[in-house]
Structures are given as C-alpha cells and as structure tokens.
C-alpha cells in the first residue's frame, strides 16, 4: 500500500507567478484535503475535495484552487503569488465516510521572493 | 482568532518518565479532537483521537484526556522514549469525524532526552 506522494518538494517562484503542486493519495482514498503551514504555525484548512468536487473550504481567497482527477490524484494552483503564500502545503488524503483518520504527505515547501 | 491553543512550544522531559502535553479549545462545536505527530521533513502523521462523548481514549503508551468543562485535552506519553521527541499538534473537527476539516494548533515541540 503506497502512502500520500508529493511533487515537487521544493519550489522557489517570485512575486505574481503561478504554481501548481501535485498531490498522489493514499490507495483507495476518495477525499483529498489541503493545508498550508507557516513557518512556527500549525497547518490551516485551505479545502477538501471529495468525488472531484469541492467539499468544503477554509478562509483562504480565489487564487487558491484545487483539482481532484478521477484517480483521486489532486492538483493545489495558487495565482498571483504573494510573499506570505511561503509555506508548507500539505495533501491529506481519507475516506470520506465513517471516522477515518486523514493521512499525510511529506509536504511541498513553497519559497516565493 | 486562535481556536486551538497549545501553549507550550516546547517540553524537554527524561527518558522513562511521563511528558504530558497540553492543548485548550475555545469552540464548543468541536466534536471530535486528534493528536498528530511531525518529524522533520514528513508530513504529520496521526496518533491518538477522542471523541467528545468521552472524556478518556488509550492506545499502549498513549493517552488523551477531553475535560469539555475546561474546554482542554492532554496527552500522556508513558514511559517517554528518544524516539517520541518529534512535534505534535493538537487539532479538532466539527461534525464527529475526522475525515473533514482539522483545525491545528501551533504544536509543541516534545524532546526525550536519553
């Protein structure tokens, strides 16, 4: 059973350009949720996506979205970066019925400048 | 607004003896909590739930306790071991699952010296 993967690792884009970052879930995962997390903070709830929907969102602005592909593999785009959009973004993929536990990716660690 | 507090940013405890770890919560709609565990360079990994309907949860070394009352939880590492420092993050859900939208802490950073 393969785990959460995430491409690329690291990433360094300047002011104003776009990113995507990609997401591969758990085998057999439906739900895929993104996080992002600071540096000294916690990670924040940016959406969810069940069933290539979106199922839910956290209080981060339009040029954060997301793609879930029918194999449950998820896409993070975020337009116009800012400096504050630095971060960690974490995948985490779960069933989205019952209370299953939400497993993790190593993370993409976003550098802008 | 901060709704889950870990207070402590770090906790230095000996090997062989218990570290506790704190967290508070100031939404009364959370109804499920967990504790995640962060090594360097890896995404959280998962450790120890409680559901709001109880107010004790034990899996081997580990374990939480939910005073709703206070509106904090703990967890209990028994005997602490090396291998536990790592940072660990407190987060909650609203609507008895886990599976949604987790709500973290800041975490705190736990080292288990030999």
């Known amino acids: 059973e393969t785990g959460v993967t995430q491409s690329p690792t690291h990433l360094i884009k300047t002011r104003g350009q776009q990113v995507t970052l990609r997401c591969s879930s758990q085998?057999?995962?439906?739900?895929v949720s993104w996080y992002q997390q600071a540096l000294g903070q916690g990670p924040q709830f940016i959406f969810q996506y069940y069933r290539e929907e979106e199922n839910g969102r956290g209080n981060f602005p339009p040029r954060f979205s997301g793609l879930q592909f029918p194999n449950y593999s998820s896409e993070l785009n975020v337009n116009a970066l800012e400096l504050d959009d630095s971060a960690l973004y974490l995948c985490?993929?779960?069933?989205?019925?019952?209370?299953?536990?939400?497993?993790f990716g190593p993370g993409t660690r976003l550098t802008v400048t | 607004d901060q709704q889950v507090k870990q207070n402590s940013p770090s906790l230095s405890v000996q090997e062989g003896r218990i570290s506790i770890l704190n967290c508070d919560y100031t939404n009364s709609m959370f109804d499920y909590f967990l504790w995640y565990k962060k090594y360097p360079a890896e995404g959280p990994t998962f450790l120890i739930s409680?559901?709001?309907?109880?107010d004790k949860n034990e899996d081997g070394r580990f374990t939480v306790f939910l005073n709703k009352s206070a509106k904090h939880l703990s967890l209990h590492i028994v005997p602490s071991q090396p291998g536990d420092s790592a940072v660990y993050f407190c987060a909650a859900s609203v609507g008895g699952g886990s599976n949604y939208k987790l709500t973290f802490g800041k975490g705190t950073l736990l080292t288990v010296n030999p």
């Open positions: 985490a993929s779960s069933f989205k019925t019952g209370s299953y536990e939400q497993y």
């Open positions: 409680i559901s709001s309907i109880k």
């Open positions: 085998s057999g995962h439906n739900t």
